[in-house]
């Protein structure tokens, strides 16, 4: 019975979250990737009834290896490159500044806080790419359960802080350094969050199985096993991105929210996992990394952008693409009043989703080399 509550709240909680969302009834703070690890540590933490450890750790896994594929088969890099080169050009300084700080600060933490490297190939997922990337890479990483669950509760504090800051008085206080931006032009035009017919979301669902299935098999014949998680998650992101490259991409439709529910059962799944007494030592080790790395990243990447004259709009979406993912660019955007960015902003961040775990596992495995045990 037990068992059966635990999958019930994984598989159906995700969509009252995205209802809630979506239909405004959560605040502006409140994602549906929030409210799906809060209800999960809640649930978990109250041991309102007795959690299957390895039930769970598997629903995880099978969820982000189903819902990572679904994510990545929207990314459309031809069309990311041709919108705005300087919308690309500040993403990727962004995605430089995420690289250089986080590993500076995951080599001086690491005599005070244990899997260091690990946290740090996690936050630089969450800087170029967002939660999804935090997810993969600690999986690829075999992270413990815990540390996912603080990086994002850290993440919630920290960076719910700085984004509240952007729709708030940031802007006008950047408007004192960065150049004006051009707005109130003709929306360009994305369907990130339109939804496609039924007989299409099975056929993405298949063509995500497929692509799974592929790269567990690759990763068989490479290695003799299916271990290799570091591996794993790499051809899976590799396959997914040739396929959004394809014209497969274009016949299943927007795959974005099916690969977002899938996301968001395995947030719930990893809630579950997350005994907050048994990591309580942790936490501030956590909190605190977390926010050196944050804070140099976003000082780092306004200094950047500032040196090479990028416009104060293009400065903060292309932080909002890589720290909190597609939908807070079309939130941020509309809170600018500069709807001419959205579509370049959009493309950046789901480009994001696919180079974050390339540069998150490279950095985690280069700060253990510098001597992060």
């Not at 940031?170 to 990130?192: C, H, I, K, M, W």
């Not at 903060?316 to 809170?335: C, K, M, R, W």
């Not at 180079?355 to 992060?372: C, E, M």
């Amino acid at each position: 019975m037990a068992d059966l509550l635990s999958l019930g709240l994984c598989v159906g909680f995700p969509l009252l979250a995205r209802y809630g969302e979506r239909q405004g009834i959560f605040p502006a703070w409140l994602s549906s990737i929030i409210a799906c690890y809060l209800i999960g540590i809640a649930v978990g933490n109250a041991r309102l009834w007795a959690t299957n450890k390895e039930l769970l750790e598997a629903t995880a896994g099978a969820a982000m290896l189903i819902g990572l594929p679904l994510l990545l088969f929207a990314v459309r890099v031809r069309e990311s490159l041709r919108y705005a080169r300087r919308m690309l050009f500040a993403f990727a300084l962004c995605c430089l500044a995420g690289l250089l700080c986080t590993a500076v600060v995951g080599w001086w933490l690491s005599p005070q806080l244990e899997n260091a490297w690990k946290v740090s190939g996690m936050l630089v997922g969450l800087y170029t790419g967002g939660t999804p990337n935090v997810q993969a890479i600690a999986l690829a990483l075999d992270a413990p359960p815990d540390y996912v669950v603080l990086v994002q509760a850290a993440d919630v504090l920290l960076g719910g802080s700085y984004l509240l800051g952007l729709v708030t008085f940031l802007p006008a206080v950047y408007s004192r350094f960065f150049p004006a931006s051009e707005s109130n032009g003709a929306a360009e035009q994305t369907d990130l969050l339109e939804r496609v017919a039924f007989p299409k979301q099975m056929a993405q669902l298949a063509l995500a199985l497929l692509t799974t299935a592929l790269s567990a098999g690759v990763c068989y014949l490479l290695t003799g096993g299916l271990d290799n998680l570091t591996l794993l998650i790499l051809l899976l992101t590799s396959i997914s991105l040739v396929v959004a490259g394809s014209s497969l991409a274009e016949k299943i439709g927007n795959s974005y929210p099916v690969g977002e529910y899938f996301i968001l059962v395995f947030c719930v799944a990893l809630g579950l996992l997350a005994d907050f007494r048994e990591l309580a030592s942790n936490g501030m080790d956590l909190l605190y990394f977390s926010a050196l790395a944050l804070s140099t990243t976003t000082v780092l990447h306004l200094l950047l952008c500032r040196a090479f004259g990028i416009d104060r709009d293009t400065t903060i979406l292309s932080s909002v693409a890589g720290f909190y993912g597609p939908v807070f660019v079309v939130q941020v955007a509309t809170a600018l009043k500069n709807q001419r960015l959205l579509a370049a902003g959009v493309a950046v961040s789901l480009l994001g989703f696919g180079i974050g775990n390339y540069l998150g596992i490279g950095l985690a495995y280069l700060v253990r080399w510098l001597g992060a045990e």
